[in-house]
């Protein structure tokens, strides 16, 4: 009889991360986005090694907020962008909804990142403005080839860096690779305020231009500088700042209760990212004979272990029986799924087609111990089909 259970996620808010967050609200704070957030915000740019960083409440609201502020504040030259068709929902649907022409791309069969190829002949065929890559379970993509090819056709580069908090790529961190990333801090996140996330950049054009978007569109949070140069640009008052809009914005802020949970989580980060990264390790030491994500990455801060099954359910529901967590290779190909074949009709890419039909991750957080992944890779291995 197995009486074990193994979570995909462990929640990062410790019980002491509780009682301090109680200790805290007893006191007289304001809870509204306030000091903390900004305290926040500077410590994970400094973290992440941006100029800035702006904290909102999902990773899905970082993604909405990075495309909607770059095309207010006219950086794109047209509105078609290049999304990896192995990415999330949310990393792909707000340039739909802004009424972007979209273009999937299919998956480097190491990484997961996005195949070389494949966005060459999308950037000469179709000239986008702008292309998304995504770190996919933590693995940095190729950085280097990918932004010369986008420099070459004239391209902007964007990340969406909500599974690879703290990997690296040249000793740089995933999320400043770019001119701006995303992270999420959702549970089963490598932290977690709850609900949370945040864009990193080091560009102050877009920075003041997502502080305005993030709050309705006014210019409240820009530097007094700022304010006042809007101000007399569009000759408001004083008085009628208050209530002027410089775009037509969204409400996507988070709170100082999240903003306090999240500096007690990016503390114990560095050690978080370590542990994540010593379970990939054994994973792929325990699971020999299995597809395993490699990449150039210079450090991976895994998010789950990744890989590839011909029987995938037959395994998922052997290690249900077993009291093991696991889950499809997150959302499989974009251009499989039931939106976007009721949109456009099914797309079907190489690689990505064989995320959506094997593949499947196993969890990885920092709670979990070289028995649990002994345990976990026997369970695999006395049922996994190679690929
Ligand atoms: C790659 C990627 N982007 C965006 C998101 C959305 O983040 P959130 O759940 O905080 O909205 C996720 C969520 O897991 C993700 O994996």
Known sequence: MNHRRIKLAQDTISRDDIEALVEWLREDHQLTKGPLTQAFEAALAEYVGTKYAIMVNSGSSANLLMASSLLEAGYLRNKKVVVPAVSWITTLSPFIQLGFECFLCDSDPDDLGVDLDHLEELLRRERPALMIVVHILGHPNKMRQIRSLCETYDCLVIEDACEALGSEYDGVKTGALSLAGSFSFYYGHHISTIEGGAIATSDEHLYSTMLSIRSHGWSRDLPESDRIAWRLEHGIDEFREFYSFYYAGYNLRSTD????????????????VQLRSRNFERYRENLPKLWVQRSEGSFVSSFAYGTFVRNRLELARHLRGMGIECRPLVCGSMG???????????MNLDVADRVHDYGLYLPNHAALTADDISYITNCVNEVAIPL
């Open 257 to 272: 209760l999240n903003a306090f949970l999240g500096l007690q989580q990016l503390r114990k980060l560095p050690e978080i």
């Open 336 to 346: 499989r799924q039931p939106f976007w074949i009721r949109r456009y009709g099914a």
